[in-house]
């Protein structure tokens, strides 16, 4: 019964991975990849740790836990990182007409343009 | 115990795998912007630590959990220090 349960987590993880994979080429802009990459991918992985933690000669329950709390509280942080990035590097975005958001960034850059000043100062003084 | 054969069915996770694996990596040698790359990035060591999960359930060695964990340590610190790269480095 456990091991057809871990099967059967290990088989949702795999394909919670297939279907982000497949996000990942299939949508539009650089931002919906980082959704579906990091969302149901870290889900995916996350059931895939369960299910080889479920078979209990195989795993200690402690490293398998401890992995699965690090992605919890690692992924919220890396998508927001990646996505501040992305936005910020200037990607283009499907489906955008009006960005409210377009014109601080341009201040921000004729401001202090990225090319001829220490970048550190510009990153601390964003957040 | 009950006559499944894990090794069998860790063997046809981990070749399913091989197809997140070909898209992760299509995209990353294609993607048209930097951060596209980073993302594809991303999404490989997320493959590769479901690997490394599935390797253990095969072998029945504990110790690729283990490597599952500190590839998902490494993961974090190498998408946060990618992520501050790109932030610093502008358009482009």
Known sequence: MTTLAAILLMTLGVGFLLVAAIGLVRLPDALQRMHSATK????GT????????????VARPSTGLLTILFLLVTLPFGAQ???RAAYLSGTP?????DDPLAPEVAADRTV??????PPA???DSAR | MSGIDMGLVAGVLAATLCAPLALAAWRMLRGPAVADRFVAFDMLTAVAVAFSALTAVATGRSGFLDVALVLSLVNFVATAAFALFLERKGRG
């Open chain 1, 121 to 123: 100062a510009r990153t």
């Open chain 1, 40 to 43: 149901a991918g870290t889900l």
């Open chain 1, 112 to 117: 202090d343009p990225v090319t001829s000043s």
């Open chain 1, 81 to 83: 990182l990646l996505g």
């Open chain 1, 46 to 57: 996350a059931l895939v740790i369960l299910g080889a933690m479920l078979l209990g000669e």
């Open chain 1, 93 to 97: 975005l499907a489906d955008i007409d």
